[in-house]
């Protein structure tokens, strides 16, 4: 072995976090630790479905959904800063597309019945065909007049919902959703896998992770790329970065139809899971519910976006396991002062505020701090 071999071994084993090149540094897995956590996570969340019961599976699988419309939120409005209020439009998009590719036609309405290999990823190119069309006209207005305009699309679009019954079954009917079934193999059936037999909400939510998993590094790769930088130069002065040669209007589309393809693909596996679909499931509501998951999870963060899902698809099993010992005259739930829902969104309205005040960065952001802080002690810093 050489001395520059031996040298250059010494210094990676020394100092773990110097990083020779960008691409090192910019790594999804650029420490040991990092990639050793993944595993670790991995085999946990592989492991999980066999140790709850299968409403908590659902749960779980709704985690994973959620995830993959707040990762497409999160590279509108926390990577290319344009803030949109409209991810539960594109979501009803996706999910609509969906069933009509993927379901069963009955009475009056449209269902072709296609394989999973095919409306899967229809259920996210049409939303991001939508979202180009729209895209020019988004790209003229930002900050409040940008959320306004995409408020709008999402009362538009419950109204389309509801008068477009051929597709949508219509208001207060609604339609089954598409068969999750991928060449042959119905993902949200029981089966026996390995000689085990594992139920449908077991597999749907393996299929589920998997899928995830795709997006997510496919989001995290994205954002490495010049397109990422783009992305970041629009948010931080579109102004400068219009004068260096980023095209306002191709960045800021493209942002529109990266976020409406995640949605479209989380509302069309949203959709198996709420099983019936109708035009009142996407509103404003839902929209907020993935505010919520980038703004408290962390913007401009991939990891941020996880953790905000799993806060919010599990804060109302907290809220309703609480219900006994909240400081409420009457208690929350039925009957009570306040049900579930409302508490649930005051906690979001709350919570918005004080991150966007004390911690822009979320719960992802005081994870660092707090990792920093172990790391530094006993030193302030």
């Not at 599976?57 to 409005?77: D, H, P, Q, S």
């Not at 007049?145 to 208001?171: C, D, N, Q, R, S």
């Amino acid at each position: 072995m050489s001395n520059d071999t031996a040298k250059s071994k010494r210094t990676t084993h020394g100092r773990p976090r110097l990083f020779s090149s960008y691409s090192g540094e910019m790594a999804i897995f650029n420490t040991r630790v990092k990639l050793i956590w993944a595993i670790l996570g991995g085999a946990a969340v592989l492991a999980l479905p066999f140790f709850f019961q299968r409403d908590m599976v659902a749960l779980f699988t709704t985690v994973f959904i959620y995830a993959i419309g707040g990762i497409g939120l999160n590279l509108l409005t926390g990577y290319a800063g344009q803030v949109s209020l409209g991810q539960a439009f594109f979501l009803g998009i996706g999910a609509y597309t969906a069933a009509v590719l993927g379901g069963e036609s009955k009475g009056d309405v449209i269902g072709l019945g296609w394989d999973m290999a095919i409306w899967l990823p229809l259920a996210g190119l049409v939303p991001a065909i939508i979202a180009l069309i729209l895209a020019p006209l988004a790209a003229r207005v930002r900050g409040l007049y940008l959320a306004i305009l995409t408020l709008g699309l999402v009362f538009i679009g419950e109204h389309i919902f509801k008068e477009a019954k051929p597709l949508t079954g219509g208001a207060g009917v609604g339609r089954t959703p598409a068969e999750p079934v991928l060449f042959g193999f119905d993902l949200f059936s029981n089966h026996e896998i390995l000689g085990v037999d594992v139920d449908r909400f077991t597999v749907y939510y393996f299929a589920c992770f998997i899928i995830f998993v795709v997006l997510a590094l496919l989001a995290r790769n994205f954002t490495r790329s010049r397109f990422g930088r783009s992305f970041a130069a629009v948010r931080d002065r579109d102004v400068a970065a219009e004068v260096m040669g980023v095209s306002l209007l191709r960045t800021k589309s493209l942002a529109f139809a990266v976020s409406a393809f995640y949605a479209g693909i989380a509302g069309a596996l949203l959709s198996v899971i709420i099983g019936r679909i109708s035009p009142e499931t996407w509103n404003f509501f839902l929209s907020i519910d993935f505010l919520a998951v980038i703004f408290i999870g962390g913007l401009a963060t991939i990891t941020g976006s996880i953790m905000g899902a799993i806060f919010v698809v599990m804060l109302p099993q907290l809220v309703k396991a609480l219900t006994g010992v909240l400081p409420i005259d009457q208690g929350v739930g039925q009957g009570g002062l306040l049900n579930v829902f409302e508490l649930q969104t005051i906690i979001f309205g709350v919570l918005i505020v004080v991150f966007l005040i004390a911690e822009p960065r979320g719960i992802y952001g005081l994870w660092i701090r707090l990792r920093n802080y172990f790391k530094a002690w006993p030193f302030s810093y």
